[in-house]
Structures are given as structure tokens and as C-alpha cells.
């Protein structure tokens, strides 16, 4: 694990390493859980999990790892995510998911054994027509939804 140790820490904890280091997003909402990853007594990652935000995935025995942040150190994303599914299989989940920028390689994600499953185009907005909602604004870029290994399959 390349001296990184895990380590809790709270949501407040995990949503200002975020808004301090995540590249292109403000911490979330809510979680279920967080982990924290560290070197020495310097904290230099943060992984927030929480419910599948897709309510098409939300079944109860889904997770969703909504945030990685790092502040560039060697492997603490890919000791995060393995964290994060390892956490969420002894409390009883049975499938984890997150998701890309399609401009992201992925290569922490593949390095957790981690597995791409669909390619989802940009979205104009969470608006539509059998919810129509103000405001919501999303980046027009595409998406990878990748699954932890083991991970249950999809809801049809």
C-alpha cells in the first residue's frame, strides 16, 4: 500500500478535503460512509460513498462512491476505492458504482479491479419531461459507470 494507511473520518472532514482537491466537483450532499486515506499524519485522500444517485440503481443493496479526492499521491485512489467495496460488502451491500468523465482514463479504477459497464452520453440536464426540475445544471460531457469487482449485476 505504498505506506498508506486507512483511516475514518467524518463527512465535514471528507467534503473539505473535496472542495479543496477534487479537480472539477463541490463535495455532495449526503453519505453512508467515508473513507480517508493517509501518509504519516498528512491526510491525502478521501472517499465518500453514498446511495446510487440513478434512482434506476438505488435497490437498497447498492452503493455509489460519489467522490475520490486525492492530492496526487501514488495509489491512494485505487487503496480508496478497493476500501470503499471491501467496507461495503461487510455491511451487506451487494453492488458498487461510480462513475467517470469521459475524459478520464480510469486507470485507478482499473488498478482497484474495478470494471466499465456502459458509456452514458452527456446530459442536457436533470430535467425531463416526467420530472421536470429548475436549475440542476450539469456538465455537457459524457460519462463511464464502472462496477466493483463481484459487484451484483444491474436491475433490468
Same mark, same amino acid.
Given at each position: ?64 462512491? !460519489? /467522490?475520490?479526492?486525492? $492530492? =496526487? ?10 476500501? *470503499?467495496? %471491501?467496507?461495503? #460488502? ?9 462513475? !467517470? /468523465?469521459?475524459?478520464? $482514463? =480510469? ?10 459497464? *456502459?458509456? %452514458?452520453?452527456? #446530459? ?27 459487484? *451484483?449485476?444491474?436491475?433490468?
Amino acid at each position: 500500500m505504498s505506506g498508506l494507511r486507512l483511516e475514518p473520518v467524518t463527512f465535514a472532514q471528507a467534503c473539505a478535503f473535496v472542495d479543496e482537491q477534487h479537480r472539477h466537483h463541490r463535495a455532495p450532499r449526503g453519505h453512508k460512509f467515508s473513507i480517508g486515506a493517509a501518509q504519516g499524519e498528512r491526510l491525502v485522500g478521501v472517499a465518500i460513498v453514498g446511495r446510487p444517485v440513478a434512482r434506476h440503481y438505488d435497490t437498497g443493496r447498492a452503493l455509489e462512491v !460519489t /467522490r475520490v479526492a486525492t $492530492d =496526487g499521491t501514488r495509489n491512494a485512489c485505487s487503496t480508496l476505492l478497493s476500501a *470503499a467495496w %471491501r467496507a461495503g #460488502r461487510a455491511l451487506g451491500y451487494e453492488r458498487m458504482i461510480t462513475y !467517470t /468523465r469521459s475524459d478520464e $482514463d =480510469g486507470a485507478s479504477l482499473r488498478a482497484a479491479g474495478w470494471e466499465p459497464v *456502459a458509456v %452514458r452520453p452527456p #446530459r442536457r440536464g436533470w430535467s425531463c419531461p416526467s420530472r421536470p426540475r429548475a436549475g440542476g445544471e450539469v456538465e455537457q460531457v459524457g460519462r463511464t459507470l464502472w462496477q466493483a469487482p463481484g459487484s *451484483a449485476q444491474a436491475p433490468s
